[in-house]
Nanobody, 114 residues
């Protein structure tokens, strides 16, 4: 299993970013996918999840209405569109899949600051 995140960076409050996660090494279309984040000094938390078909999605209360998770099974890629970003969204964002054990990508840094 390989998960490679991209799209992080520095953005001003109120701005937007789109994260991508390219997956390989497993049958992507058969598994739900998730985005997590970890801020300095805090535990890793679930941000959003999406079912294998993309029909079912769930979000942390803190990002509802601002973030959108999606996937393209033809491209083996899951996305996280982040709008109206706040300083408290600053964290390393990780893509994840659970296949008996949970697999993680290397993470991508998102910094929201003026």
């Amino acid at each position: 299993v390989q998960l490679v995140e991209s799209g992080g960076g520095l953005v001003q409050p109120g701005g937007s970013l789109r994260l991508s996660c390219a997956a390989s090494g497993f049958t992507f279309s058969s598994y739900g996918m998730s985005w997590y984040r970890q801020a300095p000094g805090r535990e890793r938390e679930l941000v959003a999840g999406i079912s294998s078909t993309g029909l079912n999605k769930n979000y942390a209360d803190s990002v509802k209405g601002r973030f959108t998770i999606s996937r393209d099974n033809a491209k083996n890629t899951v996305y996280l569109q982040m709008n109206s970003l706040k300083p408290e969204d600053t964290a390393v964002y990780y893509c994840s899949v659970h296949r008996g054990v949970r697999f993680w990508g290397q993470g991508t840094q998102v910094t929201v600051s003026s």
